[in-house]
C-alpha cells in the first residue's frame, strides 16, 4: 500500500512542475496562492488514484495484493500468503482465483507470490524465484502449491521463520515434495524431498511416492471418511472430484484422514471406479487400487523446531482445473478458517470473483509472457488455457505401461 501511495503522490508531482500536454511556450507568472491550490488539487488527486489502484488489487511488485473486501469480516486483520511455484499444475492460475475469493467473500487481506524470470513474466520452471518474499514477514496463514524449490538462503529461512511461529499450512498437491536441489552440506539439505522425505514428510506428513492413479487417465473421487463427516474443515463440503489422478500416500498416525480418494476409470465425474490391482511403493506388497482408496486429505498439528505448532492442511488434489470443483475450493477456504482458529463458516461462499478459465495442467504448459498484474481483481488473464486432452482409448481397460523412461520419471512426479 506504501509503494502505491507514493508513486501516486510522484505522478501527482511530476504533474505539477511539468503539466501534461502543456505549452512549452513563454511561461506566464503564477500567483502564489494559485500554485498553493493547484499543488493540493493534484496531490489529492494523485492520492485519489493510488487508493484506486490498491483497492484493484496492486502489483505493483512481483506479487499481487488483494485488500480485505471494505467492512467487517471474519477475516478481517488476517494476513494469507499463497505461494505459487510448479512446472505443472497452473498453481499460477488457481492460487490467485482463491486469493479473490478469501478477499472479497471472507475478508482477509491476500497476497500471492510468484516464480518470475528476471523480466517479471511469470515462469513456474524458475525454481529459485519467489517474488516478493517479504510478504511471508505478516503472512498469518500460508496455502502453497510448490514443486521442487530451491530458494536463496534468505527466502528459505524467512519461510522457515514463519513456519517456527506456529503459522498454519494449507499444503497442496506437489507440496509434498516442495523443495529439492539444494546441495550436500547446505542448510537446507534436510529439506529435498529425497532425504528421507525432506519438508513434505516431516512438515506434512508424506513426501513424493508414486502416481497411484494412471497420470491423465483416472481421475479422482473424493470419498469422506465416515467418522470425521463432523469435521470443521469438511462442513458444506459435498462431491468432491478432480481430474488429477489420486498420489500413494500414507500419512503418519498422529495425522487426522478427511478424505479418501478413489480412482475412476476416465477424467470425468461420472466415470466407474477403477478396479484393478497394484503394487506399493512401501512394501511391494499388492491391493486393489481401491483397497481401500489412498488418503487425498489430512489434517496434523507438527510441533516445529521453534516449539510452537502448526495447524497442517494437505491435499494431494490441488491443480487450477480440480479447483474448479466447488467442493474443494469450499474445503480449502474452511481449512484457512480452521488453521487461524475462526469459526468455520456452515457453507463458505466460494463463488468466482472474476472469470475463472484454467489450463488444463503439463509440464511447460503455462500461458507464456504473463505477469502478476495480469491477476488484478477485475481482470481476464490473458491468452488461452491449455485444453484437456481428448478421452484415450481404451482407458477403461485398466492399467497401460507409462511410457517414459524410469530414467525421466522425476518428471511426472
Do not use: C
Request: charge should be neutral; glycine fraction near 10%.
Amino acid at each position: 500500500m506504501k509503494h502505491v501511495l507514493a508513486l501516486g503522490v510522484l505522478v501527482a508531482l511530476v504533474e505539477l512542475v511539468e503539466p501534461s500536454g502543456s505549452d512549452p511556450g513563454p511561461r506566464i507568472p503564477v500567483p502564489e496562492k494559485d500554485k498553493l491550490a493547484r499543488m493540493k488539487h493534484v496531490l489529492a488527486l494523485g492520492v485519489l488514484v493510488a487508493l484506486v489502484t490498491a483497492a484493484a488489487g496492486q502489483s505493483s511488485t512481483g506479487s499481487v495484493t488483494y485488500p480485505a473486501k471494505a467492512g467487517p469480516g471474519p477475516g478481517k486483520g488476517k494476513h494469507v500468503v499463497l505461494l505459487t511455484g510448479d512446472e505443472e499444475y497452473r498453481s499460477e492460475e488457481g492460487l490467485p482465483m482463491l486469493a479473490k475469493i478469501l478477499s472479497q467473500r471472507h475478508g482477509f487481506k491476500t497476497t500471492v507470490l510468484f516464480s518470475l524470470d528476471p523480466d517479471g513474466t511469470i515462469n513456474p520452471k524458475n525454481s529459485a524465484s519467489l517474488s516478493d518474499p517479504a510478504a511471508l514477514d505478516s503472512a498469518d496463514a500460508i496455502i502453497m502449491l510448490l514443486r521442487f524449490r530451491h530458494w536463496s538462503n534468505e527466502d528459505m529461512a524467512r519461510f522457515e521463520k514463519r513456519l517456527n511461529v506456529g503459522t498454519p499450512i494449507i499444503a497442496l498437491r506437489t507440496s509434498t515434495h516442495a523443495f529439492n536441489g539444494f546441495e550436500k552440506g547446505s542448510r537446507w539439505e534436510s529439506w529435498n524431498y529425497n532425504n528421507q522425505g525432506g519438508f513434505g514428510k516431516r512438515v506434512l506428513g508424506e513426501t513424493w511416492l508414486t502416481h497411484w492413479g494412471r497420470h491423465k487417465v483416472e481421475a479422482t473421487r473424493g470419498a469422506i471418511e465416515d467418522t470425521q463427516r463432523s469435521h470443521p474443515v469438511l462442513r458444506g463440503v459435498t462431491d468432491l472430484f478432480g481430474d488429477t489422478d489420486v498420489y500413494e500416500a500414507y500419512p503418519p498416525s498422529d495425522a487426522t484422514i478427511l478424505v479418501r480418494g478413489v480412482v475412476l476409470k476416465e477424467l470425468t465425474p461420472d466415470s466407474p471406479p477403477a478396479d484393478y490391482r497394484k503394487r506399493r511403493a512401501t512394501d511391494k506388497q499388492e491391493q486393489g487400487v481401491n483397497d481401500p482408496p489412498m488418503p487425498v486429505v489430512w489434517t496434523r498439528q507438527y510441533k516445529n523446531d521453534g516449539g510452537t505448532t502448526n495447524r497442517i492442511l494437505t491435499s494431494t488434489m490441488g491443480s487450477a482445473t480440480d479447483l474448479e470443483n466447488e467442493g474443494l475450493r469450499r474445503l480449502i477456504v474452511n481449512g484457512v478458517y480452521w488453521g487461524l482458529g475462526l469459526d468455520v463458516p456452515p457453507r463458505a461462499d466460494v463463488t468466482y470473483v472474476d472469470e475463472y478459465k484454467p489450463s488444463f495442467y503439463g509440464f511447460d504448459g503455462f500461458r507464456k509472457g504473463l505477469r502478476p498484474s495480469d491477476f488484478e481483481l477485475g481482470k481476464r488473464v490473458p491468452g488461452e488455457p491449455l485444453p484437456r486432452p481428448p478421452r484415450v482409448p481404451g482407458a477403461a481397460d485398466g492399467p497401460v505401461p507409462l511410457p517414459v523412461p524410469r530414467l525421466n520419471l522425476e518428471k511426472l512426479q
